[in-house]
């Protein structure tokens, strides 16, 4: 009966702790330029979405080149949500930048800290119509305008939140061991009548 009971005692005990320890952090989901993105157009201010609520005195991003801090800002008040961090970006130069964020998640109480980098890139050249010249022409011949073809780098999709597949991973181990914990509980309950 006593080990019954241990292993009872420690099957709760599992499904009490694992939940906090699977689901913290307000981490990263999304950013604008997000993580490794290679830009030429730099946007008036830099967005970043995170998984849990934000608190707005200790949360902050910061915008980081080569020699040193070139913007920083916080909690996005103006946000649908309360999970977004904006940065007002000034006119970035060439080359590769580094974002540092920090959050406290109001939610769990937990901090979190990364860093990712961005670069930003000379805008690709549009090319220049090549002059048509006609000799012996008398009247002039129409010609079509160029054909610019748009291309566009494919974006890579953002990393899954290691804090949301944990979630998802959770669920199922805590329902096992509440079926465990309730097994456990029963056969407790048969040994003693």
């Known amino acids: ?9 420690a099957v709760a005990a599992l499904v009490f702790l694992l939940p906090s320890s699977v689901v913290a952090h307000a981490a990263l989901v999304s950013a604008s330029p997000g993580p490794d993105d290679v830009i030429s157009d730099v946007p008036n201010a830099l967005v970043a979405k995170f998984t849990q609520n934000l608190d707005p005195d200790r949360s902050s991003i910061e915008v980081h080149d080569a020699s040193g801090r070139v913007a920083r800002g ?15 970006l000034p006119d ?13 998640s109001t939610e769990d109480g937990e901090l979190d800290r990364d ?5 930003v890139v000379a805008p ?3 090319p220049t119509p090549t002059p048509t010249s006609t000799l012996a022409s008398t009247s002039p ?7 610019i073809a748009a291309t566009s780098s494919p974006r890579p999709s953002p990393e899954p939140s290691p804090t949301a597949d944990a ?17 456990a509980v029963w056969l407790r309950s048969r040994s003693v009548r």
């Open 124 to 126: 690709s050249p549009s």
């Open 115 to 119: 860093t990712y980098t961005f670069t």
């Open 167 to 183: 979630a998802q991973l959770a669920i199922p181990i805590i329902a096992a061991l509440a079926l465990v914990a309730g097994f």
């Open 141 to 147: 011949t129409p010609t079509a305008p160029p054909t």
């Open 92 to 104: 970035l130069a060439l080359g590769s930048y580094q974002v540092r964020w920090t959050t406290l």
């Open 1 to 9: 009966m006593g080990r019954r009971l241990s292993l009872s005692v």
């Open 74 to 88: 916080g909690y996005d008040a103006t946000a649908p949500d309360k999970r977004t961090m904006r940065v007002a």
